[in-house]
């Protein structure tokens, strides 16, 4: 759904993207991690053919962001840090004018128009001008006109912010319940819980380009090593440990807790567990210790800082 390949854009002196490399199937939900000024936003703009790259180049939704930069806008659903809101129309009518930019028909308008403002608490608030509007209340009128014509390609920049802890996870759920095997997401955010509660595969950017991508799991192994899993017992350890597998490391053993650590944790843990087990130690609970997504962030930021990207 989306495929960009070495995607750079300069501003006279300035390279606000360098080499941006990504590629969203349909039914994934991508997001891209970063600091500000990383070129998150520039590239959306790419993506969307608002601006053109001075290298590079992509395709969204089967259409060259390049040569078709019509036919992509009209198959994607856009929410940036600026709205452009028309902040003097009612709601109901500014949702009513983009509907028919985007060709629906009267009965699809209206209906559309109904479900998501209904969705998003501003059925009641239809008639009110969207200068009027909170913060929180004009980022979901964003998102539902963004939604309006229901697009393959949602680009989402920052979808959450300004918004309540209710009114945040209302959009969480309704990104949540947008997947489907047709249509592919590309999140950028700045908060990394919620990448990690709704994407498939993240992207942290640095420098104008994506220093490392992968899914939670896989950044986290390549970035703070293997998992460590504590094993809680019936009883204190006493003497030495049974033997355990070769891969696997002995991390600590004290009271009733044995925390252990193997690359090939899958395979390795009921092994661990069986070992146990057989030298006499009931098994309470087995499980992981939580690794941040946040540690894996600063790890690339400060590896980035030091190759000199």
């Excluded at 001075?54 to 940036?80: I, K």
């Excluded at 009612?90 to 985007?102: K, S, T």
Aim: with cysteine; hydrophobic share 45%; charged share 25%.
């Amino acid at each position: 759904m989306i495929l960009a390949e070495r995607l750079a854009k300069r501003f006279d002196d300035l390279w606000a993207v360098t080499d941006f490399s990504l590629e969203v199937r349909p039914g994934e939900v991508v997001a891209v991690l970063g600091p500000n000024g990383a070129g998150k936003t520039t590239t959306v703009r790419m993506l969307v053919s608002i601006l053109q790259p001075t290298r590079g180049r992509a395709v969204v939704a089967g259409y060259d962001t390049s040569s078709h930069g019509l036919e992509v806008r009209r198959r994607v659903g856009v929410l940036t840090e600026q709205h452009g809101l028309y902040l003097r129309m009612p709601a109901y009518d500014y949702l009513d004018f983009f509907g028919r930019v985007y060709g629906l028909d009267d009965a699809t308008r209206a209906e559309r128009i109904r479900h998501w403002m209904t969705y998003f608490g501003l059925w009641e608030a239809r008639a009110r001008r969207i200068g009027t509007y909170s913060k929180g209340m004009q980022q979901k009128l964003a998102l539902a006109r963004a939604l309006l014509h229901e697009p393959p390609v949602l680009l989402l920049d920052e979808p959450t912010s300004a918004m309540d802890p209710e009114s945040a996870r209302l959009v969480r759920e309704a990104i949540q319940g947008l997947r489907s095997e047709e249509r592919a997401i590309l999140l950028c955010t700045h908060n990394l819980q919620e990448a990690e509660m709704l994407a498939d595969r993240i992207a942290i950017m640095t420098a104008g380009r994506v220093a490392a991508v992968g899914t939670p799991r896989a950044l986290k192994d390549a970035w703070l090593g293997a998992p460590i899993f504590a094993v809680h017992l019936t009883r204190s350890v006493e003497g030495d440990l049974p033997p355990m597998p070769p891969s696997v490391e002995v991390v600590a053993a004290q009271g009733r807790e044995v925390r252990v650590r193997s690359p090939r944790w899958e395979e390795d843990n009921p092994r661990v567990a069986a070992a146990l087990m057989a030298a006499g130690y009931g098994i309470v609970r087995f499980e992981e210790e939580p690794r941040r997504l946040e540690e894996v962030y600063l790890r690339v930021m400060a590896h980035e800082v030091a190759d000199g990207n």
